[in-house]
């Protein structure tokens, strides 16, 4: 998924990453695994609710090399 918001973008990859970690885990017959996982990105991964249902996410300035505060 390409965005021009790099939250969006962020946010995209770790839900992707948490899903294939999953379906990785499972196929390992690691469930006690998988579940942390779950628990972990429950908010993110909960398949019950509305998809247009917003969530409060915070993100921190970048801080470092090349930005306004370095």
Do not use: C, F
């Not at 969530?55 to 970048?62: G, K, R, V």
């Amino acid at each position: 998924m390409e965005t021009s918001n790099p939250l969006e973008g962020s946010l995209y990859a770790t839900h992707t990453h948490a899903v294939k970690r999953l379906n990785q885990l499972i196929e390992e017959g690691r469930e006690g695994d998988a579940w942390a996982i779950i628990h972990e990105y429950e908010e993110w991964l909960d398949l019950h609710t509305d998809e247009d249902q917003d969530h409060d996410i915070y993100s921190l300035e970048y801080i470092g090399d090349d930005s306004e505060y370095d």
